[in-house]
């Protein structure tokens, strides 16, 4: 099915059902399709074709939304940008993608002076704000309420660079049927009902998104929230009514260090948590404070939501066991460990995965879409294993185990050990070179405010609970841990800090 052929029908059996609520007030699904439909018509009007590149560099407003949605359902292909991207990095994804079309904002007006220079493909940028020379809203007026021409499910819908924690970006190419099956496994698997208020406190440009797009497309509201803020989250669930939200585990750590203090408990039905993994003692105290209401869900942007622990799984005697695992895979996709017998309990292997949630391959990179997707499988990196019922658990990245002599060495299990420490807020462990052993255990460690400890203090900790092979060989000490908006440390920038 095609994401504007999905749009077409809400709009059509839902029409006053509020679509997307903000400051600004409430568009119904049926003003939502119309808005949609007239940035479609406007696109066209602007001489692009079907299959062409629009890319989005916009806050977190409904333009963006209308914009992003407008952009597949009218045969378009979107390509959302961070707005953190300095110029450089902007020019570098925007010539890779051959982006015809920049729908941004006037606050971004010092990056893009004389873009059309640099990216030889552009043609186009409309701004939203005040003092535009090709003004959305004007632009929009202009265009007519004609139907669009809707394609089929094999039509390319997006282009989400993804460039991990370590790597360069690699532009995923996800098609219509790829976003419509996430987005049908994901209502049936997390239970979204028509009835549902999501709080969108999150990015809206990450593949992450397909959580508010299926939360869209079940016909249930949208709320946009803005930029996550601790202190307000709770009252904002409360005045706005909320039944489900999507925080990554770093916000996470900092509503529930927030909570401590508060006698306002929010009441939801589900906390989305997925991206990186949480951190034991956080997810104890979540739980503690909230109930059994966070979910886990993995996934990637090469595969959205593969997996999903429910809430309700969290409520029985099984907790602290399940508190490891990521949920079963959902239904419609086949997940297992690369070298490991089916069936197998405990048994870790990189995680491969099959389905209609898999992208078509890395946008004009056959070398990389070679190597990541083979025999039928996607091959994710990500070291994984089964528990006896089912469950999966993540136990780190191919990319990340350290080679220390002749063993070989999870970061996640000494980053357990180390976050245990009462002093520690944050650690990353990661493996540096060294002329003897090859690598060495090195962990970056950021200390709970108001709180101390020495390097010696936190390889002794180790000591008493690892295989002292295992401990750190150092230890730094830093202000902060770099982060993706997924959570994910950022390895490569420690790495570069090291460097320099």
């Known amino acids: 099915m095609h994401i504007g052929a999905r749009l077409a029908e809400l709009a059509q059996s839902h029409p006053d059902r509020s679509a997307i609520v903000d400051d600004a007030g409430t568009w119904t699904f049926q003003r939502f399709h119309q808005r949609i439909t007239r940035f479609g018509n406007a696109m066209h009007g602007l001489g692009l074709a079907k299959g062409d590149r629009i890319a989005l560099l916009l806050p977190d407003c409904r333009e963006y939304l209308e914009a992003d949605y407008g952009a597949m359902a009218a045969g378009f292909v979107r390509v959302p940008m961070d707005p953190r991207l300095t110029r450089p990095e902007l020019v570098a994804l925007l010539q890779c993608a051959g982006v015809r079309a920049l729908v941004t904002h006037t606050t971004f007006s010092d990056k893009l002076d004389k873009l059309a220079d640099d990216v030889a493909t552009l043609q186009s940028i409309v701004f939203v704000g005040k003092g535009a020379v090709l003004d959305y809203e004007t ?54 009902k028509s009835d549902a208020v999501f709080l969108n406190v999150r990015p809206l440009w990450p593949i992450a998104q397909v959580i508010l797009m299926s939360h869209l497309f079940a016909g249930a509201t949208v709320m946009l929230g803005g930029r996550f803020d601790a202190d307000r989250l709770a009252a904002m669930i409360d005045e706005s009514g909320a039944t489900r939200t999507s925080l990554v585990p770093t916000q996470l750590v900092r509503w529930i260090e927030h909570l401590k203090s508060s006698d306002r408990m929010p009441k ?16 104890e105290h979540a739980l503690d404070l909230l109930g059994p209401r966070i979910g886990v869900l993995y996934g990637m942007t090469e595969a959205p939501i593969c997996s999903y622990l429910q809430p309700q ?110 002093a520690v807020g944050e650690v990353a462990v990661l493996g540096l ?8 255990v090195t962990a970056f460690v950021v200390l709970k405010s108001g709180m101390s400890a020495t390097e010696h203090d936190l390889v002794e900790h ?14 730094r000490f830093v202000a902060s841990l770099p982060r993706s908006h997924y959570g994910k440390v950022i390895r490569a920038e420690l790495l570069a800090q090291v460097a320099s």
């Open 433 to 440: 070179p060294d002329t003897e052993w090859g690598e060495a």
């Open 268 to 283: 939801l039905e589900a906390i989305y948590v997925g991206g990186s993994r949480i951190p034991s003692a956080v997810f």
């Open 139 to 192: 632009l929009l007026a202009k265009s007519s309420e004609q139907a669009l021409s809707i394609g089929d499910g094999e039509d390319l819908a997006t282009l989400n660079f993804s460039g991990g924690t370590t790597g360069a970006p690699k532009a995923v190419m996800l098609r219509h049927r790829n976003l419509m099956t996430v987005a049908a496994n994901t209502i049936q698997g997390f239970d979204i």
């Open 462 to 475: 180790c000591r008493a609970h690892l295989a002292s092979y295992k401990k750190p060989r150092a230890v």
């Open 313 to 422: 799984e969290l409520a029985g005697e099984e907790r602290s066991r399940l508190m490891e695992s990521v949920g079963r895979p959902l239904p419609a996709y086949r997940v297992r460990l690369a070298g490991v017998e089916e069936n197998a309990v405990d048994a870790s292997g990189e995680i491969l995965v099959q389905g209609d949630n898999v992208m078509a391959g890395y946008w004009r990179n056959e070398d990389a879409t070679y190597q990541a997707l083979r025999d039928g499988w996607l091959h994710t990196g990500d070291i994984g294993a089964f528990g006896g019922d089912g469950h999966l658990s993540i136990v780190g990245r191919l990319k990340e185990v350290i080679r220390s002599g002749s063993s070989s060495i999870m970061p996640k299990e000494v980053e357990d050990v180390i976050a245990a420490h009462p």
